[in-house]
């Protein structure tokens, strides 16, 4: 998971929306939610303050993707309340074993 210039978002978390799997970006901004099955999967993302509304991210199969999710400050981060962050959220599908 990358910010809009590219730099890695660390220590942000990532949760299934209605499922028990989430997962927090390590220093590279990388992450592990595995495994799943083919599908289309709610997303939501929370970084320092700010979270995004849940959003459909479509996983077709091995391969790759990406979707940017806007980011929003948490209601009551009133320093926060004008910013936006627009993260890239990118994955990679691998066969499972």
């Given amino acids: 998971m990358a910010f809009e210039d590219g730099a890695p978002l660390t220590t942000a978390s990532i949760v299934l929306e209605r499922s028990p799997l989430g997962a927090m970006t390590n220093s590279q901004g990388a992450f592990d939610l595995g495994p799943l099955r083919p599908g289309s999967y709610e997303v939501r993302i929370l970084y320092l303050g700010f979270?995004?509304?849940?959003?459909?991210?479509?996983?077709?199969?091995?391969?790759?993707?990406?979707?940017?999710?806007?980011?929003?400050?948490?209601?009551?981060?009133?320093a926060l309340a004008d910013s936006v962050l627009p993260v890239a959220l990118t994955f990679r599908v691998v066969e499972a074993n």
Avoid at 64 to 78: A, Y
């Fill in 51 to 78: 979270q995004s509304k849940p959003g459909d991210m479509p996983i077709p199969g091995p391969g790759s993707g990406s979707r940017v999710f806007p980011m929003f400050p948490i209601p009551g981060q009133d």
